[in-house]
């Protein structure tokens, strides 16, 4: 089943949705959220709400294309979890005198931090489309999916070293890029 059926399948609020996509893209979804959860468990539940996601999106969204969306929302879900499991360890009794104590401090984030913030977004992005598809691909891959660098290398048929290469030649190039535009020191 190709991508605009399943949306029109979510588009008909239609239970079958789940399973066409689990189906379609089931291995992918898990793979996202398993490079950057650790625990089996984890990386099932984050794939249930990440179906969650897309159900709760879909209407009125029309993702184009279908696999960015939903790798993104498990992404997304499994970076939330994550932080939430790393929050977990911390001192309760600590972070709960620092709640209380926040009600009577302003906050730190203002506007102009959040500014500079859609700045640098802004400056990877234009960074992102200005490099070549295979560049491109390695550098979402790895920073975004947290896929392995041997993954990379075995869907572009590279070798590890040549991945890593590249790698650190974009990162290089984004760090010069990013200087020039005032937005690093």
């Not at 089996?40 to 897309?54: A, H, P, S």
């Amino acid at each position: 089943m190709d991508d605009r059926q399943i949306i029109a399948l979510f588009n008909a609020r239609s239970e079958q949705a789940i399973a066409e996509l689990e189906k379609k893209y089931g291995g992918a979804i898990r793979k996202t959220a398993g490079n950057i959860l650790a625990d089996r468990q984890d990386v099932e539940e984050c794939v249930n709400d990440t179906y969650l996601g897309v159900w709760n999106t879909i209407p009125p969204q029309e993702p184009d294309p279908l696999f960015s969306y939903v790798c993104r929302i498990a992404r997304n879900q499994a970076v939330k979890r994550c932080h939430r499991e790393t929050a977990q360890k911390r001192n309760r009794q600590y972070d709960l005198a620092l709640d209380e104590l926040a009600e009577c401090i302003p906050s730190t984030v203002d506007v102009e931090m959040e500014h500079d913030a859609r700045e640098l977004a802004d400056a990877v992005s234009r960074f992102l489309a200005s490099l070549r598809y295979e560049d491109r691909f390695c550098f979402l891959r790895r920073y975004f999916y947290a896929d392995a660098v041997s993954d990379i290398a075995a869907q572009l048929r590279w070798s590890s070293h040549r991945v890593s290469v590249r790698l650190s030649r974009v990162r290089e190039k984004l760090h010069h890029t990013l200087k020039e535009e005032g937005l690093l020191e």
